[in-house]
């Protein structure tokens, strides 16, 4: 079966600074990899995904991940964050067996904003 | 396009009470999640519907939960007997089977406590 890991449970950075969040992933055949965002009373907001082709993908508000597969890892990036970026960020990973693309996520990465 | 709705938002019952919750997914979405999450986790899945078919259970899902989906449009999830440890968001999200995206919309999710 297959696995999310997100080693960092709480992440603190300054506005304006660069942010990494770390997901790995355990999924035998090629995976489909996501990123959620949670705002608090939110549902979760997609931010990009990846399924084939080129590893590095962009998604909404200036987010970016990259797949890669030697270390079966889908990190999302963005340059400089914004107060408004603070939220719980999910990774998961979509099992496509048999048409069925249910998503296992991870734990989460609660990101926050100091200015 | 309305998004997916999901209701009520909260509800607090007492242990032993059954309690219903309702999905509306988007109109022309022919697929329906149900997913659980609990506090500091990531949501875990619980079911899925094609159109009014359920096609698969989680084992999360014990005798005492029932998801149905009439003429494959709304959703119903109902706990029987609730416990304290059913205390949680549960959400709903659906999908076009149709689109190659696999994207899932997610609903803000209904809160339940049991108390």
């Known amino acids: 079966a297959q696995s999310v890991t997100q080693p960092d449970i709480h992440i603190t950075v300054s506005e304006g600074a660069s942010l990494e969040l770390r997901c790995n992933y355990s999924?035998?055949?090629?995976?489909?990899l996501f990123w959620y965002v949670q705002s608090p009373g939110q549902g979760l907001q997609l931010l990009l995904k990846?399924?084939?082709?080129?590893?590095l993908v962009q998604g909404i508000k200036g987010f970016e991940a990259e797949f890669k597969r030697s270390q079966s890892s889908f990190n999302l990036r963005k340059p400089s964050v914004h107060w408004s970026d603070a939220a719980e960020y999910f990774c998961a990973v979509a099992e496509s067996n048999f048409g069925n693309e249910k998503l296992t996520f991870g734990t989460g990465t609660r990101l926050t904003i100091i200015p | 396009d309305t998004g997916v709705s999901q209701d009520p938002r909260h509800k607090i019952t007492k242990r032993g009470q059954n309690v219903t919750f309702r999905c509306d997914p988007i109109?022309?979405?022919?697929?329906l999640y149900w997913y659980r999450q609990t506090l500091g986790q990531g949501p875990e899945f619980l079911t899925y519907?094609?159109?009014?078919?359920?096609?698969?259970k989680s084992r999360l899902l014990s005798d005492r939960f029932s998801a149905e989906r009439p003429k494959g449009s709304f959703s119903t999830l109902e706990i029987q007997r609730t416990e304290q440890g059913d205390s949680a968001m549960y959400l709903c999200?659906?999908?076009?089977?149709?689109?190659?995206?696999?994207?899932?919309?997610f609903g803000p999710g209904t809160r339940l406590t049991v108390t």
């Open positions: 999200a659906s999908s076009n089977r149709l689109s190659s995206s696999y994207e899932q919309y």
């Open positions: 999924y035998g055949a090629t995976p489909y």
């Open positions: 990846y399924f084939s082709g080129d590893t």
């Open positions: 519907f094609q159109n009014e078919a359920q096609l698969e």
């Open positions: 109109s022309e979405h022919n697929r």
